[in-house]
């Protein structure tokens, strides 16, 4: 029987800060997850802001490298800070990249989890909720799960990783939802083949 490699993702938070809790709770979710899937957290950095001049071949090196990254990726996981009552602009200005040429694009189609963090004690839901009508728009599939929002973040990461079990197990659920889903895409391949 042939071996099957682990399910590749790619997660990004949309946080470019040094010590951020949002690429705390994906690197943790890396190494939890690590020989089941292979989870790589995306630096953002060097994408540069959209421009719809720069589509197709003209897209910048490391735009084309993200959109290879993702189209190879059987899913992505997102999990980001609240910035404002919404999505960071980094990652959104990354999601707006990959969702051209529009509903043929990178993420048409491709399973993805969600997760939102805040350092408040009621916040995140909505960057959450703007994630997933911007994903709706691309035709991207957020995967059915529990909802994950990490509030009170700061005190829920200890050296650079999640350490509290009652959010790891939200945002390890919403990772398992998205691994089914690529199960279930996988045998249905498998069937028809
Ligand atoms: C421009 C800006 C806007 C923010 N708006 C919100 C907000 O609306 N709600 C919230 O809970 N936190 C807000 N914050 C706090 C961030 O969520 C917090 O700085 C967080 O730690 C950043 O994520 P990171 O730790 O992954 O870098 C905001 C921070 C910045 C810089």
Redesign the pocket.
Known sequence: MKEKTPPRLIGM?G?L?T?????AVLETLREKFAGTADLIVWDLASIPPYNQDLEGEKRPAPVKALLAAIKKADGVVLCA??????I?GVLKNALDWASRPAFTSAMAYKPVAVMA????PQ??A??LEHMKVALDSMLARVVLARECVITS??AKIRDGRLVDETSLAFACSAVEELLREIRLRQMAKELVE
């Open positions: 938070s946080s800060r010590g951020s809790y949002s690429n800070p609240e910035f404002n009552h919404s960071p963090t805040s350092p408040g916040s995140g909505r960057c973040v700061a």
